[in-house]
C-alpha cells in the first residue's frame, strides 16, 4: 500500500505541474522539429539519395505517431483542439487521428487491459475464437506473435482488422466513426499532394508509413502482458537509446498507464525517483531494454494469441 500511495503522490504532483504550464516548449519544438525534418527528408535527400530518406521517413512517421500521442493525452496545449490542428497531418496516413484518439483512451482504462473485447490495443483473441479459426489464420496469428512477425506482418493483420471494423460500424451508422474517417481525408490528402510534389515516389513514402508502424509495433509487442492483477499488465523497458526516444519515453509504460497526464520529458524523473516502488506495482514485468527484447522474443512468442486467464475470469 505503501507504493501505491507514493505513486499516487507523484501523479498529483506532476498533474500539477503540467496543468500550470500554458504551453509544452519541448514538446511543441520537438514536434516543429519533426516537420522540418519531414520536410528536408521528402523535398531535399529524397533527390540526393532515395535509400536514406526513405529509412528516414520510417524513423519520422513513427516520431510523428508518437507526438500523436502525446497531444491525445493533452500536449503541448491544454486545448484539445489545438493540440488536434498540430498534428493534423497524417504523416502516417492510415489511421485518423479521432479514431485513435477514441481508442487509445478507452485503452487507459486499466482494469481491462488485455481483455479481448473491451481493451481496443490488447493482441489477445478469446480462446473460444481462436480455437473456431481456421489453420491457416491461426499460422498467420502464431507468426505475428514473434517479434519478427511482429514488425512484418503485424501493421498488415492490424490494419485490416481495424479498417473492417470501422467500415462495419460506418455501414451501421456510427456517425463519430464517420466523421473521423472524412476528417482523415484532407489529412491524409495534404501530406500525399506534398510528397506527389517532391522528388519522393509516392510508393516509397507510402511503404516507409508501413515501416513507421513496424517500428511502433517493436513498442506495443510486450507492452501488456496477461496477468491476474490490472498493476501486474504492464511494461517498463528500460531503455534510453534511440528507440526510447522515437517512442517518447513510452517505453517506461508502466509510469506512463500511472500517470497518463504527464508529458514524456518528465516520464524518466518519476521513473527514476521511484523505481523499485514502480516495479513492486508491476509485479516485475521488466526488460533492460530493446536489444533484451529482440534477443528473447525476435524469433519466439512471449506468450500465445489466446488469452492463458481468459477462463479463470
Given at each position: 500500500?505503501g507504493?501505491?500511495?507514493?505513486?499516487?503522490?507523484?501523479?498529483?504532483?506532476q498533474?500539477?505541474?503540467?496543468?500550470?504550464?500554458?504551453?509544452?516548449?519541448?514538446?511543441?519544438?520537438?514536434l516543429?522539429?519533426?516537420?522540418?525534418?519531414?520536410?528536408?527528408?521528402v523535398?531535399?535527400l529524397?533527390?540526393l539519395w532515395?535509400?536514406?530518406?526513405?529509412?528516414?521517413?520510417?524513423?519520422?512517421?513513427?516520431?510523428?505517431s508518437?507526438?500523436?500521442?502525446?497531444?491525445?493525452?493533452g500536449?503541448?496545449?491544454?486545448?484539445?483542439?489545438l493540440n488536434?490542428?498540430?498534428?493534423?497531418?497524417?504523416?502516417g496516413?492510415?489511421?485518423?487521428y479521432?479514431?485513435?484518439?477514441?481508442?487509445?483512451l478507452?485503452?487507459h482504462?486499466?482494469?481491462?487491459?488485455?481483455?479481448?473485447?473491451?481493451?481496443?490495443?490488447?493482441?489477445?483473441?478469446?480462446?473460444?475464437?481462436?480455437?473456431?479459426?481456421?489453420?491457416?489464420?491461426r499460422?498467420?496469428?502464431r507468426?505475428?506473435?514473434?517479434?519478427?512477425?511482429?514488425?512484418?506482418?503485424?501493421p498488415?493483420?492490424?490494419?485490416?482488422?481495424?479498417?473492417?471494423d470501422?467500415w462495419?460500424?460506418?455501414?451501421?451508422?456510427?456517425?463519430?466513426?464517420?466523421?473521423?474517417?472524412?476528417?482523415?481525408?484532407p489529412?491524409?490528402?495534404?501530406?500525399?499532394?506534398?510528397?506527389?510534389?517532391?522528388?519522393?515516389?509516392?510508393?516509397a513514402?507510402?511503404?516507409?508509413?508501413?515501416?513507421?508502424?513496424?517500428?511502433l509495433?517493436?513498442?506495443?509487442?510486450?507492452?501488456?502482458?496477461a496477468?491476474?492483477?490490472?498493476?501486474?499488465?504492464t511494461?517498463?523497458?528500460?531503455?534510453r537509446?534511440?528507440?526510447?526516444?522515437i517512442?517518447?519515453?513510452?517505453?517506461?509504460?508502466?509510469v506512463?498507464?500511472a500517470?497518463?497526464?504527464?508529458a514524456?520529458y518528465?516520464?524518466?524523473?518519476?521513473?527514476?525517483?521511484?523505481?523499485?516502488?514502480?516495479?513492486?506495482?508491476?509485479e516485475?514485468?521488466?526488460?533492460?531494454s530493446?536489444?533484451?527484447?529482440?534477443?528473447?522474443?525476435?524469433?519466439?512468442?512471449?506468450?500465445?494469441?489466446?488469452?492463458?486467464?481468459?477462463?479463470q475470469?
Amino acid at each position: 500500500m505503501g507504493t501505491h500511495k507514493r505513486t499516487c503522490d507523484v501523479s498529483d504532483t506532476q498533474d500539477v505541474l503540467r496543468n500550470e504550464r500554458p504551453v509544452e516548449w519541448p514538446t511543441l519544438l520537438l514536434l516543429g522539429a519533426c516537420y522540418a525534418a519531414w520536410g528536408v527528408t521528402v523535398f531535399v535527400l529524397s533527390a540526393l539519395w532515395l535509400p536514406a530518406a526513405f529509412v528516414l521517413s520510417i524513423f519520422i512517421i513513427a516520431l510523428h505517431s508518437s507526438l500523436t500521442h502525446e497531444a491525445v493525452h493533452g500536449h503541448p496545449f491544454q486545448n484539445k483542439q489545438l493540440n488536434e490542428a498540430l498534428i493534423f497531418p497524417c504523416l502516417g496516413l492510415a489511421v485518423p487521428y479521432r479514431r485513435f484518439r477514441d481508442l487509445h483512451l478507452a485503452h487507459h482504462t486499466d482494469s481491462r487491459l488485455t481483455d479481448p473485447y473491451d481493451d481496443p490495443e490488447s493482441n489477445y483473441l478469446d480462446p473460444a475464437v481462436w480455437e473456431r479459426l481456421p489453420s491457416a489464420a491461426r499460422a498467420l496469428l502464431r507468426c505475428n506473435n514473434t517479434l519478427a512477425g511482429r514488425i512484418v506482418l503485424g501493421p498488415a493483420i492490424a490494419l485490416f482488422v481495424f479498417w473492417r471494423d470501422d467500415w462495419r460500424a460506418i455501414r451501421a451508422g456510427d456517425r463519430l466513426i464517420r466523421q473521423a474517417w472524412i476528417l482523415q481525408v484532407p489529412a491524409a490528402a495534404l501530406v500525399l499532394a506534398l510528397v506527389a510534389a517532391s522528388p519522393m515516389p509516392v510508393w516509397a513514402y507510402v511503404l516507409a508509413c508501413y515501416g513507421g508502424m513496424s517500428v511502433l509495433k517493436i513498442r506495443t509487442f510486450l507492452e501488456h502482458r496477461a496477468h491476474e492483477r490490472a498493476n501486474g499488465r504492464t511494461v517498463v523497458i528500460e531503455d534510453r537509446g534511440p528507440l526510447a526516444l522515437i517512442f517518447l519515453n513510452n517505453n517506461l509504460h508502466a509510469v506512463h498507464h500511472a500517470h497518463p497526464r504527464v508529458a514524456w520529458y518528465d516520464l524518466p524523473g518519476i521513473w527514476a525517483k521511484n523505481r523499485e516502488g514502480y516495479l513492486r506495482r508491476n509485479e516485475g514485468y521488466y526488460y533492460r531494454s530493446y536489444s533484451e527484447v529482440f534477443a528473447r522474443y525476435f524469433w519466439r512468442a512471449k506468450e500465445p494469441v489466446a488469452h492463458p486467464l481468459w477462463r479463470q475470469r
